[in-house]
């Protein structure tokens, strides 16, 4: 694995996390270029029992991060539904894939399934599919190593985003108001 350190500058994994399919998307940045590594699912419906589901999620990911060695855990947070079970169950699954990161000291970002839209598409209501011809397209993947499960490619999306998001600059903030800047700055005020 000491190849992919020397081949990216950084690495990110992405997580789209779920009780019955969760994506997971490595991407490599050199330089100032995204490019993908990895992309695939862990299909979890075979497992009748949810802690044992939750067990493999952690194992999984795990392993994935041996295996990548990401700098960076970048993960979908989860969507208010109608159905606080689902949401539930979606919320262990994702506190047990940042587990697994922080485990290994791997620092972890959010991000609202509305923005990852938004970053990789410019539109934050944009289609799963949207977002894959999108990646397709961004990361010059060939239709061959597209995966079947749009899980993955979710999950490719969030790194992504988190790539977008980490290059913009951080700006200042100034004071909120004229008596804050004063207070702040009284060498700057003649009296």
């Known amino acids: 694995m000491a190849e992919l350190e020397l081949e990216h500058d950084k690495i990110i994994i992405g997580i789209d996390p779920g009780t019955n ?3 997971y998307g490595i991407l490599g940045i050199k330089g100032k270029t995204p ?7 862990l299909k979890l419906n075979a497992m009748e029992d949810h802690y044992m589901r939750l067990h493999h999620i952690f194992e999984r990911v795990t392993s994935l991060i041996a295996q990548y060695l990401p700098d960076e855990m970048a993960i979908e947070a989860p969507f208010f539904g109608k159905n606080v079970q689902s949401m539930l169950k979606l919320g262990r699954a994702q506190g047990v894939a940042m587990a697994a990161a922080l485990n290994r000291e ?3 970002t959010e991000y609202e399934p509305r923005k990852i839209k938004q970053a990789i598409t410019g539109n934050g209501a944009a289609s799963k599919e949207q977002v894959y011809t999108m990646l397709q397209r961004t990361l010059n993947i060939a239709q ?3 995966p079947k499960f749009l899980d993955a490619t979710d999950a490719l999306a969030v790194a992504l985003c988190h790539y977008y998001e980490s290059q913009k600059p951080v700006f200042a903030r100034g004071p909120k108001s004229w008596k804050s800047f004063i207070a ?3 060498d700057r005020v003649k009296k």
């Open 21 to 23: 399919v969760m994506g």
């Open 35 to 41: 490019s993908l590594i990895a992309m695939g699912v």
């Open 106 to 108: 791997i620092p972890i």
């Open 144 to 146: 061959e190593d597209m």
């Open 184 to 186: 702040q700055n009284p």
